[in-house]
């Protein structure tokens, strides 16, 4: 046809799209149950390390916006480094590693004397302020007990 439009069958969705978007609800059910009280996991020593290169390499390149310049930078210099350099990291997440080991057994003994890992006492949201006094006025003003 010349200069005409041909008239093709409507496009059909794809249904794998769908399925994939649908899965999306589960991570956030997963997500529900975890305890806020949980300690968090210690760094890697690379991680430690990425913490103290950071606050270098933003003053030394302060028109950088660009996250992924900086990991990238970041992984370079690590890989470059020789373990007698990597050492401190290293020391360092080994003391967070066992301070986070020492969090943990208080947290699991928490857990296991029948707490739910928070302390004990409640907030002021979850007081009943309905029965806090022994004494109420009825709508006459009488006392009631």
Known sequence: MKGGKSKAAPRRTDTKLKAKAGGAGKKTAKNAGKDPNKPKRPASAFFV??????????????????????GKAGGDKWKSMSDAEKAPFVAKAEKRK??????????????????NGADEEESDKSKSEVNDDDEDEDESGEVVR
């Open 98 to 115: 066992s301070e986070y080991n020492k969090n943990m057994l208080a947290y699991n003994k928490r857990l296991a004397e029948g707490g």
């Open 49 to 70: 390390f990425m913490e103290e290169f950071r606050e270098k390499y933003k003053k030394e390149h302060p028109n950088n916006k660009s996250v992924a310049a900086v």
